[in-house]
């Protein structure tokens, strides 16, 4: 997490200036360091402290409980340092003001906004006055003990927070990017349909343009040829009538000839007149249509 990175890089920066032959330095005072055989960690007291019940060993062991002894190795031995429990004074609160500063400049630590080194450099100063006003009073000390780790967990807290807002934003923003793309590729997708649709509308239209022209002017060339049809039936009805004025108007026969051929005119001028009049009253083609 973001806490983890920032402590990696603090204790870089602090191993640098406290060089690689001692452990890092510490704005907490602790007592000189002494070569152990195995670890103290998880251990309660000091060596060679384990049968004194009195004050100074008691306020030792709130001081191990509250600030826990570090430990190094130094040319193949292990060595380890408890916090000092000598009282602090009015010279050591200036010291720790003036050794606070000159870590923040040498650290380039910022003066705003978040800064891992600044937040380490303030936690160890809190730390240095726990132990000064816990060697004074232990409950004064174990309650400032309480403030700092309820700090510490909001501080934790605000952090896992923002990690899970950053981790959140980042899933919105990819689902909101991966959904984009897929708009567009739909977006591309329903254009492209509509130029088919486009393009095939109007081969329709096209299509519907020829047939109609097509039809219009086959009703021409058929209304024109009905024309021509009845006028040539008209003037055939014509021939006819004339032929049958003149058939009429002829001499007229003796007169049994004169009952036949009576009989054979008319009955063809009959057929021949109705023939013509069925044809000059038949509808045009086009008008069937």
Same mark, same amino acid.
């Given at each position: 997490?973001?806490?983890?990175?920032?402590?990696?890089?603090?204790?870089?920066?602090?191993?640098?200036?406290?060089?690689?032959?001692?452990?890092?330095?510490?704005?907490?005072?602790?007592?000189?360091?002494?070569?152990?055989?195995?670890?103290?960690?998880?251990?309660?007291?000091?060596?060679?402290?384990?049968?004194?019940?009195?004050?100074?060993?008691?306020?030792?062991?709130?001081?191990?409980?509250?600030?826990?002894?570090?430990?190094?190795?130094?040319?193949?031995?292990?060595?380890?340092?408890?916090?000092?429990?000598?009282?602090?004074?009015?010279?050591?609160?200036?010291?720790?003001?003036?050794?606070?500063?000159?870590?923040?400049?040498?650290?380039?630590?910022?003066?705003?906004?978040?800064?891992?080194?600044?937040?380490?450099?303030?936690? !160890? %100063?809190?730390?240095?006055? #726990?132990?000064?006003?816990?060697? *004074?009073? @232990?409950?004064?000390?174990?309650?400032?003990? $309480?403030?700092?780790?309820?700090?510490?967990?909001?501080?934790?807290?605000?952090?896992?927070?923002?990690?899970?807002?950053?981790?959140?934003?980042?899933?919105?923003?990819?689902?909101?990017?991966?959904?984009?793309?897929?708009?567009?590729?739909?977006?591309?997708?329903?254009?492209?349909?509509?130029?088919?649709?486009?393009?095939?509308?109007?081969?329709?239209?096209?299509?519907?343009?020829?047939?109609?022209?097509?039809?219009?002017?086959?009703?021409?060339?058929?209304?024109?040829?009905?024309?021509?049809?009845?006028?040539?039936?008209?003037?055939?009805?014509?021939?006819?009538?004339?032929?049958?004025?003149?058939?009429?108007?002829?001499?007229?026969?003796?007169?049994?000839?004169?009952?036949?051929?009576?009989?054979?005119?008319? !009955? %063809?001028?009959?057929?021949? #007149?109705?023939?013509?009049?069925? *044809?000059? @009253?038949?509808?045009?083609?086009?008008?069937? $249509?």
């Amino acid at each position: 997490g973001i806490n983890a990175e920032y402590m990696g890089i603090v204790q870089i920066l602090m191993a640098t200036l406290g060089g690689t032959t001692g452990p890092t330095d510490s704005l907490v005072q602790y007592s000189t360091a002494v070569p152990v055989t195995e670890s103290v960690k998880g251990k309660k007291g000091r060596p060679g402290l384990g049968s004194d019940k009195g004050k100074g060993s008691k306020a030792e062991e709130y001081l191990n409980s509250i600030l826990p002894p570090r430990e190094y190795n130094k040319d193949g031995k292990l060595f380890v340092q408890y916090v000092s429990a000598t009282p602090a004074t009015k010279a050591d609160v200036i010291t720790l003001q003036e050794n606070l500063d000159k870590k923040l400049q040498q650290m380039k630590a910022r003066e705003t906004g978040i800064c891992p080194i600044r937040e380490e450099l303030y936690a !160890q %100063c809190f730390d240095e006055l #726990i132990r000064e006003i816990t060697i *004074q009073c @232990l409950e004064r000390g174990f309650l400032l003990v $309480r403030v700092r780790d309820e700090l510490r967990m909001t501080i934790e807290a605000y952090q896992s927070l923002y990690e899970s807002a950053i981790a959140y934003g980042m899933r919105k923003a990819l689902l909101a990017e991966q959904k984009k793309n897929d708009m567009n590729s739909e977006i591309m997708k329903l254009e492209r349909e509509c130029a088919e649709l486009s393009k095939s509308v109007e081969g329709l239209e096209k299509s519907i343009q020829d047939m109609e022209k097509s039809f219009a002017e086959e009703c021409e060339r058929l209304d024109k040829k009905h024309k021509e049809a009845v006028e040539s039936e008209k003037l055939k009805n014509q021939q006819l009538k004339e032929d049958l004025q003149r058939l009429l108007s002829a001499q007229p026969p003796t007169s049994q000839d004169k009952g036949k051929g009576k009989k054979q005119t008319f !009955q %063809c001028s009959f057929s021949v #007149i109705h023939q013509t009049i069925f *044809q000059a @009253l038949s509808p045009s083609p086009c008008t069937l $249509r």
